[in-house]
């Protein structure tokens, strides 16, 4: 079984516990986290109701970079779609996301919000990790952001199925919103073994990704997990991925590499990593082996 730890982000003194997680499971959560519950249940709403759009409409969500956009049902994962946003930090790619999609002012106004409230958030919580590191201050605020907007389409046919594949995110770190009553979210532990994660109400899950094992020099470990159906419920979750440095490699900063801990991953553009991921099919961090030092 996966003890998910829980991390109070108002509390002070919570390295250890932080950085201890980051290294296994690789996930935890976060509560007084300062998003207002009222603004998740509007950006759920919101969601929900873009993806009741036409499939010629939906599709104008095009890919920045590789796979950013909308990305329909596929032989792999059938039940699953998704719209992205890059970059989620841009207040005016917010506004292109809502433009192509027509999306009314009401949920502009919510996708807008909401993106102003996760941003920050995602950025702290990486100089959190940073800091559990010993490094003092990193910034990760002008880090290019993505937002992923699930929609599983369950049905009684499907319970027992694979909703979305075993992965690892490519970027940095996720702050999940998952959907508050249907489950299916499962992690793998330690021993290769796969545990379900029930949602936690006022909590946020955050899962480490490629980025985060490649740029800590493999101290930080890049989660693995997947989606089953359980139930024949729409189910709907909202990602927030923090990807990697804007213009530079991403590369392990000096204090954590040493002679007993040699650099592990020669340093590397996401982009690249994020075409290599494609190209290779390899889409649970085993992508990371091929830019070994
Ligand atoms: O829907 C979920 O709970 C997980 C989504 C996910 O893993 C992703 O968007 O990368
Ligand atoms: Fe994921």
Redesign the pocket.
């Known amino acids: 079984m996966v003890v998910i730890p829980v991390v109070d982000l108002a509390a002070e003194g919570r390295g250890q516990l932080l950085l201890d997680a980051c290294r296994q499971p690789g996930c935890f959560r976060v509560v007084n986290h300062g998003i207002p519950a009222a603004l998740q249940a509007e950006m759920k709403a919101a969601v929900r109701s873009l993806f009741e759009l036409p499939d010629d409409v939906k599709l104008r969500n095009d890919h920045v970079i590789a796979g950013s956009g909308y990305v329909g049902p596929t032989i792999v994962n059938p039940l699953y779609e998704a719209f992205g946003l890059y970059d989620a930090a841009s207040p005016a790619d917010v506004d292109a996301f809502c433009s192509c999609l027509d999306a009314p002012p009401h949920l502009r106004e919510t996708i807008r919000l909401y993106a102003s409230h996760l941003h920050p958030l995602v950025a702290n919580i990486a100089s959190k990790i940073a800091e559990s590191l010993g490094l003092v201050g990193c910034s990760f605020s002008d880090w290019p952001c993505q937002f992923?907007m699930n929609r599983y389409n369950f049905a009684p046919e499907t319970v027992g199925s694979s909703g979305?594949q075993i992965?690892?995110?490519s970027g940095f770190l996720?702050v999940?919103q998952e959907d508050e009553s249907v489950g299916g979210l499962e992690v793998m532990d330690a021993n290769g073994t796969f545990a379900a994660v029930d949602p936690l109400p006022g909590s946020l899950l955050v899962?480490l990704?490629d980025v985060a094992k490649a740029w800590s020099n493999g101290m930080l470990h890049n989660v693995k997990?997947r989606v089953l159906c359980k139930e024949a419920a729409t189910r709907i979750s909202i990602?927030l991925f923090l990807l990697a440095p804007k213009d530079g490699k991403v590369e392990a900063p000096a204090e954590l590499v040493g002679s007993k801990i040699p650099r592990l991953y020669r340093s590397f553009y996401y982009e690249d990593y994020r075409k290599l991921r494609f190209s290779s099919g390899l889409r649970a961090g085993e992508a990371l082996s091929l830019l070994a030092a």
Do not use: I, M, Y
């Open positions: 992923r979305v992965h690892t995110d996720t999940l899962n990704g997990h990602a």
